[in-house]
């Protein structure tokens, strides 16, 4: 047998990086690093990349802090956002099947002070239209959508923009369906709502805030406005697919019917009813 011709060291390391650079390297999003120091870039304006620990703190901080204060909205958001992951593709994935949402995601409309129209415009619309209880929601609770957070922590572009959207459509939902925000069972019975007919993460989350209400107002959510809730969000199309901007002429109560969505029964008048013994 012929004697085995040793190649130089050089030589050797030469032709291992020659073979090694005809081996593809697997196309993985997660083969490059990421930590802290080591981020990819933003996918958007805005946008802040998390690693999968600092998402899992930030849910756990905004959850513990939305729970001993429901009123923090920053916290709510930040909760909305870090948690809302395969959910909100979902979302996208049910405006991509309707004609309406399809429109949105093309033309993202965003829902400001004065888009798509100021304060004063809304009001002036006739009574019982959808822009004008939008607008005298606002009047009544002070409330302006220029408050509501910009979305950050959400991975893809057009997701992120599905979640703005439910974030700036809420104050609508609320004037719809004549649910007070200033009763903390208002906003509770809204997100049971919500959760039942988007599957948000978040406004399933915030319903450990019962916890927080006086018992009569525990009993009057878990006998009256959660059995209303899973009623009415079962029965109704998504609301995510509703191009509010194209409704605000549309009278209140025939867009509720249209869209099957049910009205609760007014809070205030509950809430003023004497207690029972």
């Known amino acids: 047998m012929p004697p085995v011709r040793l190649q130089p060291s050089g030589q050797l390391a030469h032709l291992a990086r020659a073979a090694c650079s005809q081996v593809p390297c697997p196309a993985h999003p997660y083969i490059r690093a990421f930590s802290v120091l080591n981020r990819p870039p933003p996918s958007y304006a805005g946008h802040v990349p998390l690693t999968l620990l600092e998402k899992g703190a930030l849910t756990l901080g905004s959850a513990v802090g939305a729970f001993l204060n429901p009123r923090r909205a920053d916290l709510i958001a930040t909760l909305g ?30 829902i400001t002070s004065e888009t798509p129209l100021p304060l004063d415009a809304l009001v002036a619309l006739p009574a019982h239209t959808v822009g004008h209880v939008y607008g005298r929601f606002r009047q009544r609770y002070h409330m302006s959508p220029d408050v509501r957070d910009v979305v950050r922590y959400v991975d893809d572009a057009e997701c992120a923009y599905v979640v703005q959207r439910y974030r700036e459509c809420h104050d609508l939902y609320h004037a719809v369906l004549g649910l007070p925000p200033q009763f903390v069972e208002g906003e509770i019975a809204l997100k049971a709502f919500e959760f039942a007919n988007t599957g948000l993460p978040m406004t399933g989350l915030s319903l450990v805030a019962v916890a927080r209400l006086k018992p009569a107002e525990r009993r009057r959510f878990f006998r009256i406005f959660l059995p209303w809730a899973l009623r009415s969000a079962r029965a109704a199309q998504p609301i995510i697919n509703v191009y509010w901007e194209k409704e605000l002429e549309t009278d209140a109560a025939a867009l509720r019917a249209r869209l099957g969505l049910e009205k609760p029964p007014d809070l205030h008048v509950l809430r003023r009813k004497p207690k029972t013994t």
């Open 81 to 110: 956002e870090v948690s809302a992951g395969p959910v909100a593709r979902r979302l996208r994935d049910t405006m991509l099947a309707d004609p309406v949402g399809r429109q949105i995601l093309r033309d993202r409309p965003r």
